[in-house]
């Protein structure tokens, strides 16, 4: 089984940077995607952002240009810059194996002020 540990999620102003890191542990063999996701009260659960075999990101086109996904081995980072109040929401992280199971973690709460 998979654990998902999230951090750095936070109250911050908007145009100021967050940095998101998930790192996971357990029975990790056969990661091929990490990704955020992210889902604001009465919304439905979005992509944000993935990163996958060979280092091929994807963006949601609301975080193009704000937003960078990474991954070192088994942690995924998301920098956030440029925070908007729109961005407020928890935030997912998300895993999907080889098998093509997925795993998600308990989220951290981004909080955006105007």
């Given at each position: 089984?998979?654990?998902?540990?999230?951090s750095?999620?936070?109250?911050?102003?908007a145009?100021?940077?967050?940095r998101l890191?998930c790192?996971?542990s357990?029975?990790?063999?056969?990661i091929?995607?990490?990704?955020?996701?992210?889902q604001a009260?009465g919304?439905?659960?979005?992509?944000?952002a993935?990163?996958?075999?060979?280092d091929?990101?994807?963006y949601a086109d609301?975080?193009?240009?704000?937003f960078?996904?990474?991954?070192?081995?088994?942690?995924?980072y998301?920098?956030?810059?440029s925070?908007?109040p729109?961005?407020t929401?928890?935030?997912?992280?998300n895993?999907?194996?080889i098998t093509?199971s997925e795993a998600?973690?308990?989220?951290?709460?981004?909080t955006v002020?105007?």
């Amino acid at each position: 089984q998979v654990q998902l540990v999230e951090s750095g999620g936070g109250l911050v102003q908007a145009g100021g940077s967050l940095r998101l890191s998930c790192a996971a542990s357990g029975v990790i063999f056969g990661i091929t995607d990490m990704a955020w996701y992210r889902q604001a009260p009465g919304k439905q659960r979005e992509l944000v952002a993935r990163v996958g075999s060979g280092d091929i990101t994807y963006y949601a086109d609301s975080v193009e240009g704000r937003f960078t996904i990474s991954r070192d081995k088994n942690t995924a980072y998301l920098q956030m810059d440029s925070l908007e109040p729109d961005d407020t929401a928890t935030y997912y992280c998300n895993v999907i194996f080889i098998t093509k199971s997925e795993a998600w973690g308990q989220g951290t709460q981004v909080t955006v002020s105007s």
